[in-house]
């Protein structure tokens, strides 16, 4: 996957930036769990455009930590389970043509815990 081409996005958040992207590449990731911790992950549902198939799990986290390190925008969101936790949510495009990709994460510790990875229900792409 090629880099997204990263604007001058300001970055309010660069030191959870910072942490995701380390975390991320040390391999220190893990998955939500339900009921406690529940997830929405369609990685198999979001297309690579450079290959035409369906993203594998190492593809996602390919293309998460792209996403980050071109300085996407982060939003801070307050979970309802576990409640008043914090997770940061960015989304974003593979190519300029396919949908827009809705990620959730969750810092715990030294770890990532991916909360959400599928196609954004408010794509408002033209």
């Known amino acids: 996957m090629k880099s997204l081409e990263g604007a001058n996005w300001?970055?309010?958040?660069?030191?959870?930036?910072q942490q995701l992207i380390r975390s991320i590449r040390a391999r220190r990731l893990k998955y939500g769990r339900p009921p406690d911790r529940p997830t929405d992950i369609s990685y198999h549902q979001v297309v690579n455009p450079e290959s035409g198939l369906p993203l594998t799990r190492s593809g996602m986290?390919?293309?998460i930590d792209q996403a980050l390190d071109s300085g996407i925008p982060l939003e801070p969101v307050t979970l309802r389970q576990p409640p008043d936790e914090r997770a940061w949510v960015f989304k974003f495009r593979l190519a300029s043509a396919e949908p827009?990709?809705?990620?959730?994460l969750q810092i715990i510790g030294s770890h990532v815990v991916l909360r959400s990875f599928h196609h954004s229900e408010r794509d408002h792409h033209a």
């Open 61 to 63: 986290w390919q293309a």
């Open 100 to 104: 827009l990709v809705y990620v959730k």
């Open 10 to 17: 300001p970055d309010e958040h660069s030191g959870v930036r």
